[in-house]
């Protein structure tokens, strides 16, 4: 990059747009970039949760490694019968965090995919990132306060 970047403010973006890659220049709310932007906020939800994450780009292999992974977690746990809020201690809920932004990345690459050429495969890998992420969150959440939080229907109701 050398020099490139020794401006941090180059006022390019004063008129609403931002450049891409390749050089061209797109409105900072078309689609490619809310897509590409909410897996970066995703990549920097994880970022807190391990410190340096690294997700390659999205291939088949990957898709099945983290199915891979997903199950030999899931393994542990067991059956869910209630469905899991977000909490449990901290990194537990950081998981969470990172796995609805990962949703919201899969909508958001689904929009996309619509109006411009998506590999499905990257919509795979965020469903099945989103899917490793809840695991993992059941499993720090036990770890961390020996007790996953769980939503039952009849809280709420007059006692």
Known sequence: MGNRLSKIYTR?????TT???DGSRVPK????????????ELNSAIGVLLATPEVPPAVAGHVTRLEESLDEF???????KEFILPGGGPAAAAC?????????AERRVWTLAKAESVSPEV??????????????ARV???HERGVEVLWRHDRGRGA
Request: no cysteine.
């Open 29 to 40: 709310d078309s689609l490619r970039v809310e897509a590409y932007g909410t897996v970066d």
């Open 74 to 80: 899931n393994d542990a746990l067991p059956p869910l």
């Open 96 to 104: 969470h965090l990172a796995r609805a932004i990962a949703r919201r």
């Open 140 to 142: 720090l959440a036990r």
């Open 123 to 136: 919509a795979k890998y965020l469903n099945r990132l989103s899917d490793l992420l809840f695991v993992l």
């Open 12 to 16: 390019t973006g004063d008129d609403g």
């Open 19 to 21: 450049g891409l890659g």
